[in-house]
């Protein structure tokens, strides 16, 4: 840029800078401009020193947003374990409540309990009865749950609830009919 341009120009003896002559730069208001290198050299360290402490504020920073991010991960993982668990239970407990209802509605066919062969066969299937109901016509519904974390968890045992399921089971449409035999009740 050319001292015109800029507002400034320079004097001095001979204009030659070599043969030791001070050379003075003076503004277009007419102030002096011999420090101003050295301003500048101090505004740029200073500028340095105030980055290089905001760099050192934040150091570990990146170390707090991967804990974060690796918590956030582990809770997925824990959300998705835990809706896992629970349709692994919901299934089981459909599939108690099947064999249940097969199991009673065959019983009941063959004059026996329904509702006590219903709880053995949903018992050995993982579930309990909540309900056993023999209907007219020889069928019978059958309610049955089970914990969507298994008894041997231990202190996690049915933190998650437990999950339910229906069934109705008995003869075909058209078939004859099976009376109720005695002494069979709703559970």
């Avoid at 519904?141 to 041997?152: L, Q």
């Amino acid at each position: 840029m050319s001292a015109a341009r800029d507002g400034t120009h320079e004097s001095g003896a001979s204009g030659d800078t070599s043969a030791g002559t001070a050379t003075e730069r003076t503004t277009t208001d007419g102030s002096s401009d011999v420090g101003r290198a050295d301003r500048d050299r101090c505004a740029a360290d200073a500028r340095a020193n105030r980055d290089e402490r905001a760099v050192h504020r934040e150091r570990g920073a990146g170390t707090v947003v991967v804990l974060a991010l690796a918590a956030v991960v582990v809770l997925l993982a824990l959300a998705v374990g835990a809706l896992g668990a629970a349709q692994r239970a919901r299934g089981a407990a459909q599939a108690a409540a099947d064999l249940g209802a097969l199991a009673a509605a065959t019983a009941w066919r063959q004059g026996a309990d329904p509702c006590a062969t219903a709880a053995e066969a949903v018992r050995r299937n993982g579930g309990e009865v909540v309900a056993c109901v023999p209907e007219d016509g020889g069928i019978v519904g059958v309610r049955a749950s089970r914990a969507a974390v298994g008894p041997e968890v231990g202190p996690w045992a049915g933190a998650l609830g437990a999950a339910g399921a229906h069934a109705r089971a008995g003869p075909r449409p058209g078939a004859a009919p099976v009376s109720a035999p005695t002494g069979a009740g709703s559970t």
